[in-house]
């Protein structure tokens, strides 16, 4: 296989994010390495034997890298200055689009200059998929960054198959019906031959706007455009590297951090365990007052069980996320605060990203997995826990507003705004039979095994070249 870039390939991938990080040695020199990660494991495969492009931003504002040969295929930089990850990405992205796609969590807000730098920045996408792809080559847009990239890009290169998958929810027109551009963005992404979603919920909604707009019919998962192309939408739930996840965490390695992270822990009879970005999308307020107030009722004996929870940082540029992580900061602090035990706090809150290893230790040690999403698109997290689990003697505890809960069914399911049912599933998992909790256990592992990130790249793109 060539070692250098090739000026055209038969198959593309427009990201917001490229798929490395670049990484600094002691001695200066600077590399880039693969980002951990589902999408990248499950495209690359495709992308080294099709001889395959991704196209996206390198993370830092203002640099121009030029593009270059990784692991197989070809990484192709599109720059961003400081004013577009003001106005593009941390304004309409993720100020405007992410919490209208949330079902209005935090209040969306739309400036018009963030619309016209999200537009010009899609265009900027666009014109690169466009002189990258080769005649007939397969491109697959991802995510709400870059909603309107389909329809510009069908306009530059009407030869090109186009795929589109969503990884947010898609929100119901009651809500969506706010947005000031919502015209240019349904038709923006009716630019693609198929649009994915999460779930099916999210079909519905889009296919109820898409019907307003004049001469387009859509029903059955088919939307009819005057210009006699049809569009598919259809659900393509998103999923993990299942084995790779099982293998990580039961390498000798991994077991051995998880027996450290135990004993630093205080060797606890039972880990809750949770591990979100921080975002308020995510449901960490109503989770941490939760268990607060079972710890308080010693309901949970703060003397036998801890409650680690990991947040990422994220987003810290945007006004909501910074007020998010002072929220929690106070809630954890008061709550451990008034624990009796001097030896140890209730809850190990750490805002920090960790390795993949450490992570998947984490999962090992937990004996109650806690995802309480307000709302989320699928959620990962949820299925790296069971795919880790050799063991049956574990639960997890799962918001019925995750994409997730529509797979795996076993879950104890909770309405994460309802803090009283909440501690009530909690209590429930922890008290289960052995019995009950393996066949639960079981179940989902199957579902997630069944169903990992593999099947999910092949029935989209399946779908999308069988047209
Ligand atoms: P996210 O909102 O980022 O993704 P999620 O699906 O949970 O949410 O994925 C997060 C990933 O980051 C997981 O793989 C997790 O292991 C990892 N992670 C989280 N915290 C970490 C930490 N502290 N250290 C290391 N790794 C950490 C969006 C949508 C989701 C959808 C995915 C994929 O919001 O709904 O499931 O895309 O489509």
Not at 5 to 14: G, N
Not at 55 to 83: K, M, N, T
Not at 303 to 315: G, K, W, Y
Not at 377 to 400: F, I, P, Q, T, W
Request: net charge negative; aromatic share 8%; charged share 25%.
């Amino acid at each position: 296989m060539s070692e250098t870039v090739q000026e055209k390939a038969s198959f593309l991938v427009v990201a917001n994010r490229l798929p490395v990080d670049r990484v600094t040695s002691e001695d200066g020199t600077e590399s880039w390495r693969s980002s951990p990660g589902g999408l990248v494991t499950a495209l690359e495969p495709v992308m080294q034997s099709r001889g395959g492009a991704w196209i996206g931003w390198p993370g830092a504002p203002d640099e121009r890298v030029e593009p270059f040969h990784h692991d197989g295929y070809d990484i192709i930089p599109v720059p961003l200055s400081s004013q577009d990850v003001e106005r593009f990405y941390e304004g309409f992205s993720n100020a405007t689009l992410w919490p209208l796609f949330h079902d209005c969590i935090a209040e969306p807000v739309f400036h018009r200059e963030w619309w016209d730098a999200f537009r010009e920045v899609n265009q900027r996408f666009a014109r690169v998929a466009a002189e990258r792809a080769e005649q007939g080559a397969t491109v697959w847009i991802q995510d709400y960054q870059l909603h309107l990239v389909p329809q510009m890009l069908r306009e530059m290169r009407p030869d090109l198959r186009i795929g589109f998958f969503l990884h947010i929810p898609f929100p119901p027109p009651e809500l969506f019906t706010r947005m000031p551009w919502r015209k240019e963005l349904i038709e923006g992404v009716l630019g693609a031959d198929l649009i994915g979603f999460q779930f099916p919920g999210c079909v519905s909604n889009f296919l109820r706007l898409a019907r307003r707009l004049p001469d387009v019919e859509g029903a059955r998962g088919r939307v009819h455009m005057p210009d006699g192309r049809m569009v598919v939408v259809k659900a393509f739930p998103i999923s993990i590297d299942a084995v790779g996840m099982r293998n990580l965490a039961n390498s000798p390695q991994v077991l051995a951090e998880a027996q450290k992270l135990r004993q630093e822990l205080g060797d606890p009879s039972t880990i809750l365990f949770g591990v979100d970005r921080l975002d308020y999308s995510k449901g960490l307020r109503n989770r941490v007052r939760a268990i607060g107030e079972l710890f308080e009722s010693r309901d949970l004996d703060p003397e036998q069980v801890v409650f680690l929870q990991l947040a990422t940082p994220s987003r810290e540029r945007v006004k909501e996320y910074r007020m998010l992580r002072n929220d929690i900061d106070l809630l954890v602090g008061r709550i451990n605060s008034q624990s009796t035990s001097l030896a140890r706090s209730p809850i190990a809150y750490r805002y920090t990203s960790v390795p993949r290893e450490t992570l998947a230790a984490m999962y090992q040690i937990a004996d109650l997995m806690i995802v309480t999403p307000l709302r989320d698109g699928m959620n990962l997290v949820a299925k790296e826990y069971v795919a880790c689990r050799s063991r049956n003697d574990s639960a997890l505890v799962l918001s019925e507003f995750a994409g997730a809960a529509l797979e795996l069914r076993q879950a104890y399911m909770v309405n994460p705004y309802d803090i009283d049912g909440m501690k009530a599933s909690i209590l429930q998992a922890l008290h289960e039979s052995p019995r009950v909790k393996a066949r639960k256990m079981r179940a989902m592992r199957k579902q997630v095994f069944d169903h990992d990130i593999n099947v999910w790249a092949d029935s989209f793109l399946t779908e999308l070249e069988s047209n």
